[in-house]
């Protein structure tokens, strides 16, 4: 069966330190909790569709490692098709260490290792092999020269191209007008406008959704954490707000909402619908520690919905 999203993008293997909260520079502080687990951008938005019921893909780069295969095994027990996630020889798989307070709030350093093996010429021998996809979905944590290649090669398909433009950076103008769908959260939404990375009050953000719009984005989503998404298309504007939870760790909620998203695009629903969905998702999925251990199942996720009609 041909697959309907395929993720081209990242894997980092998680090394998570949990404390009562993120030490400031040079302060060391004493955690609680320690354990690894699979991550990276790519890999969590590919495993979150994949739970909730898309039939995914995946492109990517792994090391020669034990890590490599442990994030590949467990792709593959969601429903991914890892058939096209190649190992690289000699080389270290990605890795990401991540401090979470016991409120939710975290912080990352990652480390790419094989994923910055991806190139363009890596991205173009998989035309035969993507098909047809109905959505390509793209992160920067591999080199933008493969992010490039891949929105052309997903515009060149026919495919809905999403760009989760994490972590936060500068892009090349050309992305613009490839790209039909951005996910910014507001750190990187401020980025991208050439604004210091910060959270945006609600006239500051749709100012820059509007202002990433001029430059070529034909529909923007602007992820808000806690209080939803703001979806800007059309010279229209919605705010969908978020479901209230208790959070216990907000790693990978963005990548959770991009997985929820591409499946109800996939499932022929427009954006207003597709982002409640993925709304619903992302806040189901801080329920839980880890950045793929939290990505719900559609039961899950229909059991936690259903008291709200």
């Not at 404390?19 to 969590?44: D, L």
């Not at 609600?202 to 939803?228: H, N, P, Y």
């Not at 208790?246 to 619908?273: K, M, P």
Request: with cysteine; hydrophobic share 45%.
């Amino acid at each position: 069966m041909e697959n309907r999203i395929v993720v081209i993008g990242s894997l980092n293997m998680d090394l998570v330190a949990c404390a009562p909260r993120i030490p400031i520079v040079g302060e060391t502080i004493v955690g609680h909790t320690y354990f690894s687990a699979p991550g990276g951008k790519g890999a969590n938005q590919a495993l979150a569709a994949a739970r909730l019921g898309g039939q995914v893909g995946m492109v990517g780069r792994v090391g020669s490692d034990d890590f490599g295969r442990q994030m590949r095994a467990n792709l593959k027990q969601a429903g991914c098709d890892v058939s096209r996630l190649l190992e690289v020889p000699a080389c270290n798989s990605g890795i990401a260490v991540i401090f979470v307070a016991d409120d939710g709030p975290n912080s990352i350093i990652v480390v790419p290792g094989a994923n910055g093996r991806l190139s363009p010429e890596d991205v173009r021998a998989e035309a035969e092999y993507l098909g047809h996809p109905t959505v390509v979905m793209l992160q920067l944590e591999n080199p933008m020269p493969a992010v490039l290649e891949a929105a052309h090669l997903g515009r060149r398909l026919g495919a809905l191209v999403i760009l989760d433009p994490a972590p936060a950076q500068r892009v090349p103008e050309e992305l613009f007008e490839l790209v039909d769908l951005w996910t910014p959260n507001e750190a990187e939404a401020a980025t991208l406008s050439g604004l210091p990375p910060s959270r945006l009050d609600s006239r500051l953000a749709l100012l820059v959704a509007q202002k990433l719009r001029g430059r070529g984005a034909k529909s923007v989503i602007m992820k808000l954490g806690d209080e939803g998404c703001l979806l800007v298309e059309k010279g229209e504007s919605q705010h969908l707000p978020a479901v209230k939870v208790n959070a216990v760790d907000t790693t990978a909620a963005g990548d959770v909402f991009n997985g929820a998203l591409a499946v109800a695009i996939s499932e022929g629903q427009e954006l207003a619908a597709a982002c409640a969905f993925a709304n619903q998702a992302a806040g189901l999925s801080v329920t839980k520690r880890g950045a793929q251990a939290g990505a719900p199942t559609r039961d899950e996720l229909s059991a936690f919905t259903a008291p709200l009609g």
